[in-house]
């Protein structure tokens, strides 16, 4: 059987090879892919060559293995249908809609245990949206808002909206967000944030303590996530944090870098910078939780988000190519691009 597979082959290039796909082994089952999502975040590091060569893909996931070589196979939010089981699967796995982690390409294999046996009242383009929920769970975990607190969120990208999603559900003073495109402030809005504001505006600091001002609230913020993939954001956080404050660093730079400004308000306002990182648990939180509970409570409000409203694009997946080149080239139009599959 032949089947199509997407490769990042070299910086700013993806190509679709036909490979020969194995016969099912006695464990698995044949899946048809239905839906993937492009990760704007790491897969354009990627796709930019922006990612450090000699590091590990994932060693978590079974499909991404390996370090970040061209050509590499890679992609993680993927929705397909079981086609055809081993003969020592389950037959009830047979027609089931299934979530992975996995690369872009129409057919392949996996072992139940890499499956996610989607809820029939579970939307398949809702569930392509299902790590990047879990990473914004983990944030909002990572960061655990206090009730009147004023929170911002920079970074408004899919990761960014569904943190802002999720804290506009909590009781705090005020929630200010902050991008450079003005789809995502607009959808931000739309999500519940207070306030959402250029980050490429001269007088930022100035206009964000006068708005907290005008809301009768203090003037600086107590907690922060990053997620905007820039790291030069690092500095705008420390600059409006205060004292004590935490500031969430959930974006991976890749090879980015940004110096930082730590001789002032970060030494003497005690700052805190934590990274959270999906793929584990909080320490604090170990004893208690694991990453399948922190999995259920996306299963449960995922439907009452329904991120498919943040798909702008869709593109079938024989012009992957032209997908990738619109989320680089034009970022101002598309929020979230999905590949579609015969």
């Given at each position: 059987?032949?089947?199509?597979?997407?490769?990042?082959?070299?910086?700013f290039?993806?190509?679709?090879?036909?490979?020969?796909?194995?016969?099912?082994?006695?464990?698995?089952?044949?899946?048809?892919?239905?839906?993937?999502?492009?990760?704007?975040?790491?897969?354009?590091?990627?796709?930019?060559?922006?990612?450090?060569?000699?590091?590990?893909?994932?060693?978590?996931?079974?499909?991404?293995?390996?370090?970040?070589?061209?050509?590499?196979?890679?992609?993680?939010?993927?929705?397909?249908?079981?086609?055809?089981?081993?003969?020592?699967?389950?037959?009830?796995w047979?027609?089931?809609?299934?979530?992975?982690?996995?690369?872009?390409?129409?057919?392949?294999?996996?072992?139940?245990?890499?499956?996610?046996?989607?809820?029939?009242n579970?939307?398949?383009?809702?569930?392509?949206?299902?790590?990047?929920?879990?990473?914004?769970?983990?944030?909002?975990?990572?960061?655990?808002?206090?009730i009147?607190?004023?929170?911002?969120?920079?970074?408004?990208?899919?990761?960014?909206?569904?943190?802002?999603?999720?804290?506009?559900?909590?009781?705090?003073?005020?929630?200010?967000?902050?991008?450079?495109?003005?789809?995502?402030?607009?959808?931000?809005?739309?999500?519940?944030?207070?306030?959402?504001?250029d980050?490429?505006?001269?007088?930022?600091?100035?206009?964000?303590?006068?708005?907290?001002?005008?809301?009768?609230?203090?003037?600086?913020?107590?907690?922060?996530?990053?997620?905007?993939?820039?790291?030069?954001?690092?500095?705008?956080?420390?600059?409006?944090?205060?004292?004590?404050?935490?500031?969430?660093?959930?974006?991976?730079?890749?090879?980015?870098?940004?110096?930082?400004?730590?001789?002032g308000?970060?030494?003497?306002?005690?700052?805190?910078?934590?990274?959270?990182?999906?793929?584990?648990?909080?320490?604090?939180?170990?004893?208690?939780?694991?990453?399948?509970?922190?999995?259920?409570?996306?299963?449960?409000?995922?439907?009452?988000?329904g991120?498919?409203?943040?798909?702008?694009?869709?593109?079938?997946?024989?012009?992957?190519?032209?997908?990738?080149?619109?989320?680089?080239?034009?970022?101002?139009?598309?929020?979230?691009?999905?590949?579609?599959?015969?």
């Open positions: 059987m032949k089947r199509k597979s997407l490769y990042f082959t070299e910086p290039h993806v190509e679709i090879h036909d490979e020969t796909l194995a016969e099912v082994e006695p464990t698995k089952v044949l899946i048809k892919t239905l839906y993937s999502a492009i990760s704007a975040g790491t897969e354009m590091l990627l796709y930019r060559g922006l990612v450090p060569a000699d590091l590990a893909v994932d060693t978590t996931i079974k499909s991404l293995k390996g370090r970040f070589h061209y050509p590499l196979k890679y992609g993680y939010a993927l929705v397909g249908k079981v086609v055809e089981c081993g003969r020592k699967v389950p037959p009830r047979l027609g089931k809609t299934v979530f992975t982690l996995h690369p872009h390409e129409d057919y392949f294999t996996a072992s139940t245990g890499e499956l996610l046996q989607l809820p029939e579970l939307a398949p383009l809702d569930a392509v949206f299902i790590p990047n929920l879990d990473t914004a769970v983990n944030l909002v975990m990572d960061g655990a808002p206090v009147g607190e004023n929170v911002m969120v920079f970074g408004q990208g899919i990761v960014g909206l569904l943190t802002t999603a999720l804290l506009s559900r909590f009781p705090l003073k005020s929630l200010v967000t902050i991008d450079n495109l003005e789809l995502r402030r607009e959808t931000s809005l739309a999500l519940g944030a207070h306030v959402s504001v980050a490429g505006e001269a007088d930022l600091f100035r206009r964000v303590r006068d708005w907290w001002r005008q809301q009768g609230a203090q003037p600086f913020a107590d907690l922060i996530f990053e997620v905007s993939g820039n790291p030069q954001a690092l500095d705008q956080a420390i600059e409006l944090a205060g004292f004590h404050a935490r500031i969430i660093a959930g974006s991976w730079y890749g090879t980015r870098e940004a110096a930082l400004m730590l001789g308000k970060f030494h003497r306002n005690r700052l805190r910078i934590i990274s959270s990182q999906v793929s584990t648990i909080g320490p604090n939180y170990t004893d208690r939780w694991s990453k399948s509970r922190r999995l259920g409570i996306v299963l449960d409000i995922i439907g009452q988000i991120p498919a409203r943040f798909i702008t694009h869709t593109f079938p997946f024989s012009r992957a190519a032209q997908a990738f080149k619109l989320i680089h080239e034009k970022p101002e139009e598309c929020i979230q691009v999905v590949l579609t599959y015969d």
